[in-house]
């Protein structure tokens, strides 16, 4: 008790100078010690504590979206056989419709086809010209300019005929006028070829 008295010997708390730290009894400094040092330490551990829960916060914001997204994918991932075979199917598909496009080699024989088609209706044939391609962003169009005469209904056999052609061929601006003792149509088939430059 004697060394714990002496330990705060002369201090007068009511009369605390800070300038004379220096000279306050070891007691007193040892508790001031240790306070300030709590004090650093707790101002330490706030402020780190703190930013991790700033950082909680931020990713617990996240949580929505993230959920959403391992939703998706779960779904996706449920789906990929699925989605595989539309795949398939799709490919498929646009594998059967290229085979509809003619090729090069194939167009000669095409407007040799639309002649036969149109000479079977009955139609006098006046011009079938093949224009210059024109590239779109996966085919390269070929229009073809047509001019015939025949009767209303040859002329409907003729675009029938047409319309069934194997190959995918789409019949554009056509025009039907009077002509000597028939009707001349002028129209534009147009045909397609897959652009495999791309």
């Known amino acids: 008790m004697n060394a714990l008295s002496n330990a705060f010997k002369g201090f007068d708390i009511n009369n605390v100078d800070v300038n004379e730290a220096g000279n ?34 931020r990713e617990m914001a996240k949580e929505p979206s993230i959920k959403k997204e391992f939703q998706n994918k779960a779904f996706q991932v449920a789906n990929l056989p699925a989605l595989r075979k539309q795949m398939a199917d799709v490919e498929g598909r646009f594998s059967e ?32 010209a093949l224009q210059s391609e024109r590239k779109s962003k996966f085919y390269i169009e070929l229009p073809i300019n047509i001019s015939v005469a025949g009767t209303y209904h040859e002329l409907g056999q003729f ?11 789409t019949l554009h601006d056509f025009k039907v006028s009077p002509g000597s003792g028939s009707l001349v149509m002028t129209i534009q088939a147009k045909t397609y070829r897959y652009d495999d430059t791309k």
């Open 97 to 128: 419709l290229l085979t509809q496009l003619p090729t090069d080699k194939e167009v000669p024989g095409l407007l040799e086809d639309i002649s036969d088609i149109g000479r079977g209706a009955g139609l006098a044939i006046n011009s079938i």
């Open 24 to 57: 306050w009894p070891v007691g007193v400094k040892v508790i001031v010690y240790v306070l300030l040092f709590s004090a650093l330490v707790g101002a330490a551990i706030y402020f780190h504590v703190n930013d991790q829960y700033i950082g909680l916060e």
């Open 159 to 169: 675009v029938s005929g047409v319309a069934a052609i194997d190959r995918i061929v």
